[in-house]
């Protein structure tokens, strides 16, 4: 890019907007000039902390500002694809909340546009920057774990209920996400299952099923309704099998020495099943918040003009397992493709 400070402006000082002003006023290689919200308190809190931001409730005077080189999106889903649009229009990068879009269509003009712009388009998938979720990549892309066979994730509690979107939408794109990253494909078909127990038409806890070209399949369980907070996902592979759990507080991830293999008997020419039980290990990682990260990869991919971790690609795939999860939702559970989905 030719400049060794960015010009950042949030849109959204919300729940979650909040952590990312935080973090993007306190990043090296960045200016964050601006933070815009349509909510006078939330701004009047924002300055308080960071007074040297302006605060403002107009988009326009932010993305008519030639000095703004990047804009943060952190508002209601509903409302991505518009903002962003025109962030990416007003030829900014854009930087966008997870999920990326509420539809497919949605997502691939986003990605369209960004091209047309010249510019780069992120989104706020922030498993993908775990140190935890890194390191069971590393260990999978070394051959560590042997073939991949399958994982299962789990993202339940009894937290916030939400009315403008069911526990699907709500809690799954970290999982989608993150599966997606490890097995480095996206599904051919997911078949979702679910109840709606408090909310007409909104569901509280569901089930789905991905499955993969290579044979491959993972499993997701989210519920806002469940007596036990659990953020865990496991990945089995012929040679080893890995666990991470977010809510342990240092030994998040542990490597279980543990297999089946299949042998045959040269006298009977039978098949047999051998178990293996080693040494379960809980490897030192380094630490450091995920959010943090996600940041600054932001900031140094558009000073640097790196290719991103998480852009619009990776955005896509996920808003397409989102809505193939509703439709099959809708529809009995009935297994959806998401690469037929436009």
Sequence with gaps: MGKEILNVAIVGAGYWGKNLVRNFATASRCQLKYVCDLNPELLAIQKSSFPFVETTTKLDKVLGDSEIDAVVIATDVLSHFKLAQKSLEAG???????????????????????????????????????????????????????????????????????QSENVWRSLSPHDIS???????????????????????????????????????????????????KIRKMTVVGSEKMVTFDDMEVTEKVRVCDKGAAVTQDMNTYEQIISLRFGDIVIPRIKG???????????????????????????????????????????????????GTLK
């Design 288 to 338: 450091g918040e995920p959010l943090s990260m996600e940041c600054r990869h932001f900031i140094d991919c558009i000073l640097d003009d790196k290719p991103i971790r998480t852009d619009g690609a990776d955005g896509l795939r996920v808003v397409q397992v989102l809505e193939a999860g509703e439709m099959s939702l809708k529809n009995n559970g009935q297994p959806i493709d998401p």
């Design 178 to 228: 993150v599966i997606c990253y490890l097995f480095d494909a996206e599904p051919v078909s997911v078949a979702a299952h679910g109840q709606c127990y408090i909310q007409k038409d909104i569901e509280d806890v569901v089930f789905a099923t991905l499955k993969f070209a290579d044979g491959k399949v993972a499993n997701i369980h989210c519920s806002w309704l469940d007596p036990h």
């Design 92 to 162: 900014k990068h854009t930087y966008v909340e997870k999920p990326l879009t509420l539809k497919t269509s949605e997502a691939k003009e986003l990605i369209a546009t960004a091209e047309t712009k010249g510019v780069k388009l992120m989104v706020g998938h922030l498993l993908e920057y775990h140190p935890a979720v890194n390191y069971i990549k590393q260990m999978i892309d070394k051959g560590e774990l042997g073939e991949l066979y399958y994982m299962y994730t789990q993202r339940v509690n009894l937290g916030i209920v939400r």
